[in-house]
């Protein structure tokens, strides 16, 4: 479980520096917002704005920073469930914190711009840029897409084909299907609103262009990436340990192309919007609940764009974005459940017993029912063959699925390997590779049938 602790930190440790500076970055002024909150240009300097800008940065650090060494404890812990779930926790903390420094401090700034009147001389108009929603869209051409959603499409057809390994199909499917779904994605952005700041027409075509650009890039990138996972993922269907790497790297290629767009949208939105200084600009503030969700009934979009950078929100007025987020929610706050369960599914014991002319072997969830009339050998060894984990759970303790086993070939297991004998059974055209965690019982079952 070493290696999957490795895996774990590895992957975990990039999304904190991702989150710190993005929400970081949110302290520099870009299309007349700060921390959220429209100001314009001739108070940037303001003393009490700098000063809440200070107390946002000194207050990010101290949520922020005691989290990194937090990842080494679980590399000293015996149980891959208790590891999971100190990991999960981590993961909601470092989602929830920044954001939540964020939002505090976005209130104290409105709460100024309230009290001094800062308030564009547009606030109660909406600003509809018709050239920047009607000039031509400079698109990537479908040649530059086709070639990954092929390759993707190559491990799928030639599994179904052959039926060398028909438990691969779902995740060669699976992979194939998000290959070719994020090809019409990239088409999706050029249906948004164009981004408008005011009614300099030339800056919002610029800011609009500097979008679609950094997406148009992001998803070019998500789709070959995607493409070529699945086919390293056939190349090297019985190495686990290149199935991690594979995965590994697809999922730093995704985080950094996410972090280096973002960035450069950014950075693109502060210079091009750094010296209009009018006091005619777009000031939606009250549509965007702490700075972060977007709510307006009379806006027809369900998705639009961030305010910054180049992510996108729901726009929660419509029922379909609300249930949406609900489900976002309940998925981030499960994140230390998830952990919980697996701790849970690791420390419950395996089990055999003899029903109605059946072996049943269970555990938590899973069972396996084997007709003793169906059974055409069983052997009891002291110690496994090699295996291999084709699906399933591949605790230090616990291996619960479908495994390749040397000399047997695929089987199905249901084992605490810390806990010999086995027995090994033939039924029905199948194998099985199991035990009881009382070593005494298992011995039992294997007189009773042998």
């Known amino acids: 479980m070493l290696l999957f602790k490795i895996i774990f930190a590895v992957t975990f440790i990039p999304i904190w520096p991702i989150l710190y500076f993005i929400v970081r970055n949110n302290m520099k002024p870009k299309k007349n917002i700060i921390l959220g909150a429209t100001l314009p240009q001739s108070v940037h300097n303001d003393a009490?704005?700098?000063?809440?800008?200070?107390?946002?940065?000194?207050?990010?650090?101290?949520?922020?920073?005691?989290?990194?060494?937090?990842?080494?404890?679980?590399?000293?812990?015996?149980?891959?469930?208790?590891?999971?779930?100190w990991y999960m926790t981590w993961l909601l903390l470092i989602i929830?914190?920044?954001?939540?420094?964020?939002?505090?401090?976005?209130?104290?700034?409105i709460a100024l711009k309230q009290e001094r009147k800062w308030h564009s001389e547009a606030s109660d108009r909406t600003f509809v840029?018709?050239?920047?929603?009607?000039?031509?869209?400079?698109?990537?051409?479908?040649?530059?897409?086709?070639?990954?959603?092929?390759?993707s499409l190559f491990p799928l057809v030639h599994e179904l084909?052959?039926?060398?390994?028909?438990?691969?199909?779902?995740?060669?499917?699976?992979?194939?299907?998000?290959?070719?779904?994020?090809?019409?994605?990239?088409?999706?952005?050029?249906?948004l609103r164009t981004e408008v700041v005011n009614e300099n027409m030339?800056?919002?075509?610029?800011?609009?262009?500097?979008?679609?650009?950094?997406?148009?890039?992001?998803?070019?990138?998500?789709?070959?990436?995607?493409?070529?996972?699945?086919?390293?993922?056939?190349?090297?269907?019985?190495?686990?340990?290149?199935?991690?790497?594979?995965?590994?790297?697809?999922?730093?290629?995704?985080?950094?192309?996410?972090?280096?767009?973002?960035?450069?949208?950014?950075?693109?939105?502060?210079?091009?919007?750094?010296?209009?200084?009018?006091?005619?600009?777009?000031d939606e503030d009250d549509y965007w609940i702490w700075g972060i969700f977007y709510h307006n009934p009379n806006d027809s979009h369900f998705l639009v764009n961030d305010r910054i950078g180049m992510n996108m929100s729901v726009n929660l007025a419509k029922l379909g974005?609300?249930?949406?987020?609900?489900?976002?929610?309940?998925a981030i706050l499960a994140l230390p459940f998830f952990g919980m369960w697996m701790w849970i599914e690791e420390a419950a014991p395996t089990s055999l017993a003899m029903s109605k002319g059946n072996l049943v072997a269970s555990h938590t969830g899973s069972k396996y029912v084997i007709p003793l009339n169906e059974v055409e050998s069983i052997e009891l060894v002291e110690e496994l063959p090699q295996i291999t984990k084709i699906y399933g759970t591949n605790f230090d303790n616990l291996n619960k699925g479908r495994?390749?086993?040397?000399?047997?070939?695929?089987?199905?297991?249901?084992?605490?390997?810390?806990?010999?004998?086995f027995l090994i059974i033939t039924a029905g055209g199948e194998s099985y590779i199991l035990n009881d965690a009382d070593s005494s019982k298992t011995r039992e079952i294997y007189a009773q049938i042998g």
């Not at 000194?58 to 060494?69: S, T, V």
């Not at 929830?96 to 700034?109: I, K, M, S």
């Not at 920047?132 to 040649?143: C, D, E, F, S």
């Not at 390749?404 to 605490?416: D, E, F, K, R, T």
């Open 202 to 282: 030339t800056l919002n075509l610029a800011l609009t262009r500097v979008r679609r650009y950094n997406w148009g890039k992001f998803w070019l990138v998500a789709t070959w990436a995607t493409g070529t996972l699945n086919l390293l993922l056939w190349i090297f269907p019985d190495n686990s340990i290149a199935f991690l790497i594979t995965i590994l790297g697809y999922t730093l290629v995704l985080i950094a192309i996410s972090i280096s767009t973002e960035f450069a949208t950014r950075r693109a939105q502060q210079k091009l919007t750094a010296s209009d200084t009018g006091s005619t600009y777009l």
């Open 129 to 151: 840029d018709g050239k920047a929603a009607t000039m031509p869209a400079q698109k990537i051409k479908n040649l530059w897409f086709l070639p990954p959603v092929a390759i």
């Open 403 to 421: 495994f390749s086993v040397s000399g047997y070939g695929n089987a199905h297991l249901c084992i605490q390997q810390k806990n010999p004998p």
């Open 96 to 109: 929830v914190l920044p954001f939540t420094v964020f939002a505090l401090h976005r209130e104290q700034l």
């Open 48 to 85: 009490q704005v700098q000063e809440i800008i200070g107390k946002f940065k000194k207050w990010l650090n101290i949520a922020m920073l005691p989290l990194l060494p937090l990842l080494i404890p679980p590399f000293l812990m015996d149980s891959f469930g208790v590891s999971m779930t």
């Open 321 to 330: 974005a609300k249930i949406l987020m609900g489900f976002a929610l309940v």
């Open 161 to 191: 084909l052959t039926g060398a390994n028909s438990e691969a199909v779902i995740i060669y499917l699976t992979f194939a299907i998000m290959t070719a779904l994020f090809w019409p994605c990239y088409y999706l952005i050029f249906r």
